[in-house]
């Protein structure tokens, strides 16, 4: 116990959310120490990092064939396994200013739908970058605990978690996903969604960094009280020169319409495979929204209207799994239960 609480003092104990768009780090009695895109600049002549988070973000589409840009967790999944090690250690490293005699217990926060082997690499990533001891806890559970559901009890908790990647949607009763579904769309499916229509419909090419900042400032799922516009400016795909166009949000709405049904669709999906105990506590609390995907606007109208109930974002959505996971890491023994399992070599 005296023990417990001295390494606490001492504790260099770090949490990862490890994201498909963004990277957070909490540490121990500090709070968040990074958060940066999931996004890292390799020299394709030596294989060596240029730059990772959001300095080798601002290269994507401006990169010499010398710079590949890489987004090590693409689809949900690790995609590339050298680069997310090679980001974990950088991250592990930074995270802890200074090197103390105890090595740090890291938590890392993965995708559900993770595979066994995709699970080894994580870990073996976190130990060769210098940790004592990796836990693993699966992305529904953190957000849950970020976002102060009652996991604990025997009740149903409705919780999705729109990210880059992926959006995660799980029932959660008695510290356990109960049922669960994780679909390959999320806000990097928005972005390409706007970059192809307004090629298609204003005839104007623009990159998937400036498809995200339209969507994140005029994108909606729902109408709005006061629909917005914004200048765009991109390659005219006729004549080649850049030009600017305006853009509605209306427009940019229409665009996102395909994959905010999909995302709705999951919702229902989940409903179709949910016990009538668990669907009756969830028809009375409502689902729970996190990630950055749920601040597109109207989207918990949109779904609260679609699916007949409660929606409620949470304060801050960026952070809530980060929020959960730090929770966890300090009180590992309260939440034991909601680690995954030791994978075995
Ligand atoms: N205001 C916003 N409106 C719509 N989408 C947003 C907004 N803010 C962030 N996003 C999107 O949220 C996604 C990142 O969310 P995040 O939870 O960090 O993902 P991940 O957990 O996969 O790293 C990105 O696709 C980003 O464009
Ligand atoms: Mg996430």
Do not use: W
């Amino acid at each position: 116990m005296f023990l417990d609480n001295l390494s606490g003092l001492f504790s260099n104990d770090i949490a990862i959310d490890l994201g498909t768009a963004n990277t957070l780090v909490y540490r121990k009695g500090v709070g968040i120490v990074i958060d940066e895109p999931s996004v890292v600049a390799i020299s394709t002549d030596n294989k060596k990092i240029i730059a990772i988070g959001e300095d080798a973000k601002e290269m994507l589409g401006k990169n010499p064939e010398e710079v590949r840009i890489i987004k090590p967790l693409k689809d949900g999944v690790i995609a590339d396994f050298r680069v997310t090690e090679l980001m974990l250690r950088n991250l592990i490293l930074r995270a802890q200013k200074k090197r103390l005699l105890i090595k740090p217990r890291v938590l890392v926060c993965v995708p559900s739908g993770i595979t066994e082997v995709e699970k080894r690499a994580v870990r073996d990533s976190a130990l060769h970058a210098g940790s004592r001891e990796v836990y693993l806890v699966s992305e529904p559970i953190a957000a849950a605990i970020g976002a102060d559901l009652p996991i604990h009890r025997p009740q149903g908790n409705l919780i999705m978690d729109i990210g880059g990647g992926t959006t995660e949607i799980a029932i959660i009763s008695l510290s356990h996903i109960v049922v669960h579904c994780s679909i390959r769309v999320g806000g990097d499916k928005m972005d390409e969604a706007i970059v192809s229509y307004l090629r298609k419909r204003n005839n104007i090419s623009v990159g998937i960094q400036t498809a995200e900042k339209i969507k994140m400032a005029i994108g909606s799922a729902f109408p709005l009280e006061k629909e917005l516009k914004m200048e765009v400016r991109g390659r005219d795909i006729i004549t080649g020169y850049p030009i600017t166009v305006e853009v509605t949000s209306e427009e940019v709405r229409d665009s996102l319409s395909e994959t905010v049904t999909s995302i709705i669709d999951a919702v229902k999906g989940l409903f179709e495979k949910t016990a009538p105990e668990l669907a009756a506590d969830i028809a009375e609390r409502g689902l729970i929204l996190t990630g950055g995907g749920a601040q597109l606007k109207g989207l918990d109208k949109k779904i609260q209207e679609t699916v007949d109930l409660p929606v409620h974002v949470v304060p801050e959505p960026l952070i809530c799994v980060l929020k959960g996971c730090g929770q966890i890491l300090d009180n590992l023994n309260d939440y034991k239960e909601v680690l995954l399992k030791k994978i075995e070599d």
